[in-house]
């Protein structure tokens, strides 16, 4: 069997990642295996026609794909990003149709299904036919049962693709035209009441959508913020997963590019931000991506803490599932306030202007009252994992975060408390007697759940 391996790790051979690939070649030694290192080789891929098509070449003559990659900031990394929208660009999905495709993925399990969901929906877009992922924790290939488990993965894939198994779609086509918007001015302009705000935009012009919604919101307010356009920022690249900076928070790139400085001196400065963003294959585009990536050398800390944000979608978000959650939960687990999310895709000009305006106020008014949403399973549960495993095998060479955490409080795992534990303990023999058990659970049960708030409502 001819394998096209996809990896999209920026590590190259040495990432984890690609052990598990090396595990099935190891297993599987009778196939033949073509593996391009997409990530690392972005830059030539891109630039050179000649690269680019002999990743194609293999494709086309391949009976399977393997996408393999490392989660990056719940998505997949922005030079595999880019690559994707390479093919769609370039008009080369051709060379995937029919072929039968496979994900893999190494991460701790924080977000992996978004990653996962989005590169079904494109091997979707691609006609291929999906022959399943495996999310895979970093080690688990070390551990038995998990091998085992792995193994049985990757024999129920390749009788997918020898049984030519009829495979389902997930995802269907969705338009990428909106209507276009045309603004009027803002009758009423906010005063940002002396909150720092910073408008970030991808737009591929000012006469976009997403270029008209981005300078709209900024002059919804009586002192107009700057809009900063990434196209015009010079980033060098994406996060090269090198964990340089896992001790002090210090990124190899420095000061080589402007990343370091925008981030440091308008992200961490701004009391209200606002993405703005045009949708490309499904999600937020390369650039964007590689802008949240960069991010990285904060490590897992919330450095949006207290801030408000609030987003601009050009794009048809509402059939966008992975990337809805996505701009949902990134400034939740930052124990930032997401403001509201604002599209095009309803194609009324007159309330989207009242859309953008209301976005505008709210953050504002939320802004004075320091007000951040309470958190929902989006944050508890990543910031569980990420605790757990600072805490555990990630604490070197993490030692950032640990520091970070340590100082902050968010090493809160279940405490011992005595007085609690024995009435627990008290109580869970006393309901092993049938008539004390009756009372409990169906007399007393509802009248004992509200017992705390007797004193705040004075019931």
């Given at each position: 069997m001819k394998i096209t391996v996809l990896n999209g790790s920026p590590k190259g051979d040495i990432s984890v990642t690609m052990q598990y690939i090396r595990y099935i070649r190891k297993q599987y030694p009778d196939n033949t295996y073509y593996i391009h290192d997409i990530s690392r080789g972005i830059k030539v891929i891109e630039k050179d026609p000649k690269a680019f098509r002999a990743v194609l070449e293999d494709v086309r003559s391949s009976e399977l794909v393997i996408w393999a990659f490392p989660l990056y900031y719940l998505l997949?990394?922005?030079?595999?990003?880019?690559?994707?929208?390479?093919?769609f660009e370039r008009k080369a999905s051709a060379a995937f149709r029919s072929k039968f495709a496979a994900v893999i993925t190494t991460s701790i399990h924080f977000f992996d299904h978004t990653g996962h969901n989005y590169?079904?929906?494109?091997?979707?877009?691609?006609?291929?036919?999906?022959?399943?992922?495996?999310?895979?924790?970093?080690?688990?290939?070390?551990?038995?049962r998990e091998r085992k488990r792995f193994d049985a993965f990757t024999t129920c894939m390749f009788d997918a693709v020898r049984d030519n198994t009829p495979a389902a779609r997930a995802y269907y086509p969705v338009s990428a035209r909106m209507s276009p918007y045309r603004p009027s001015p803002p009758k009423n302009r906010i005063n940002p009441a002396?909150?720092?705000i910073v408008i970030i935009t991808d737009a591929s012009s000012p006469s976009s959508n997403l270029g008209k919604m981005a300078d709209r919101l900024s002059r919804s307010f009586t002192e107009a913020p700057p809009v900063y356009n990434l196209h015009d920022l010079k980033i060098k690249g994406g996060c090269l997963g090198c964990l340089q900076c896992a001790y002090d928070n210090r990124c190899v790139y420095g000061d080589s590019d402007d990343f370091h400085l925008f981030f440091e001196s308008r992200i961490k400065a701004a009391d209200i931000i606002?993405?703005?963003?045009?949708?490309?294959?499904?999600?937020?585009?390369?650039?964007?991506?590689?802008?949240?990536?960069?991010?990285?050398?904060?490590?897992?800390?919330?450095v949006l803490e207290?801030?408000?944000?609030?987003?601009?979608?050009s794009g048809q978000l509402g059939k966008l599932s992975s990337f809805n959650e996505f701009l949902r939960a990134f400034p939740e687990f930052q124990h930032a306030n997401l403001v509201d999310i604002v599209t095009?895709?309803?194609?009324?000009?007159?309330?989207?202007d009242l859309q953008i305006q209301n976005l505008a106020c709210n953050a504002v008014a939320?802004?004075?009252?320091?007000?951040?949403?309470?958190?929902?399973?989006?944050?508890?549960?990543?910031?569980?994992?990420?605790?757990?495993?600072?805490?555990?095998?990630?604490?070197?060479?993490?030692?950032?975060?640990?520091?970070?955490?340590r100082k902050h409080g968010m090493y809160d795992f279940p405490k011992r408390r005595f007085a609690q534990s024995l009435v627990n303990g008290a109580l869970s023999q006393l309901v092993r007697l049938p008539g004390f058990r009756d009372v409990v659970y169906k007399q007393r049960m509802k009248e004992e759940m509200l017992r705390p708030f007797k004193a705040i409502l004075k019931l």
């Open positions: 997949v990394p922005s030079q595999y990003k880019r690559f994707i929208e390479l093919v590169l079904r929906a494109i091997c979707d877009d691609l006609a291929m036919k999906f022959a399943g992922s495996y999310s895979a924790a970093m080690y688990d290939l070390v551990r038995g002396g909150k720092n606002f993405y703005c963003m045009e949708t490309r294959d499904r999600h937020l585009s390369s650039l964007w991506k590689r802008f949240i990536d960069r991010s990285f050398y904060n490590n897992h800390t919330p207290g801030k408000q944000v609030g987003c601009l979608v095009d895709e309803g194609g009324n000009s007159k309330e989207l939320r802004a004075e009252k320091n007000y951040i949403g309470p958190p929902t399973f989006l944050s508890v549960g990543g910031w569980k994992i990420f605790r757990d495993e600072i805490w555990g095998w990630l604490r070197f060479p993490f030692l950032a975060d640990h520091r970070y955490y």
